[in-house]
């Protein structure tokens, strides 16, 4: 059971940054999928989070939504099995709780909700215009 611990949320202006992050308690650094998904005010179920971008560890191949194309940047450190998620350009349509996710050897590597099987808590966003 891996368990995944977001940090890095918080309050920013419209056109600023933020820099999430993701902490696993095992080692995630050979073949899992690891995603960014969030749930905004619209979104009521968590079944509807939207999946923002992914990353797959063996081999640092992205993918990334439409709407974080562009803006939003995923990597991850090996090293520390953390999960990052850096935001440039906020807008206030941004503001939401933000989630990572994992899903041990899923290809294709895309964020999906059906195919994860581990969340974090979720951070929150707010953008303020």
């Known amino acids: 059971q891996v368990q995944l611990a977001e940090s890095g949320g918080g309050s920013v202006q419209a056109g600023g940054s933020l820099r999430l992050s993701c902490t696993a308690s095992e080692d995630t650094s050979s073949n899992y999928c690891m995603a960014w998904f969030r749930q905004g005010p619209r979104e009521e179920r968590e079944e509807e989070r939207e999946?923002?971008?992914?990353?797959?560890?063996?081999?640092?191949?992205?993918y990334y939504s439409d709407s974080a194309k562009g803006r939003f940047t995923i990597s991850h450190d090996n090293a520390k099995n953390t999960l990052y998620l850096h935001m440039t350009t906020l807008k206030p349509e941004d503001s939401a709780v933000y989630y990572c996710?994992?899903?041990?050897?899923?290809?294709?590597?895309?964020?999906?909700?059906?195919?994860?099987?581990?969340w974090g808590e979720g951070t929150p966003v707010t953008v303020s215009s």
């Open positions: 999946g923002l971008a992914t990353i797959y560890t063996s081999t640092g191949l992205t």
């Open positions: 996710a994992a899903a041990p050897a899923l290809w294709p590597c895309q964020p999906y909700y059906y195919g994860m099987e581990y």
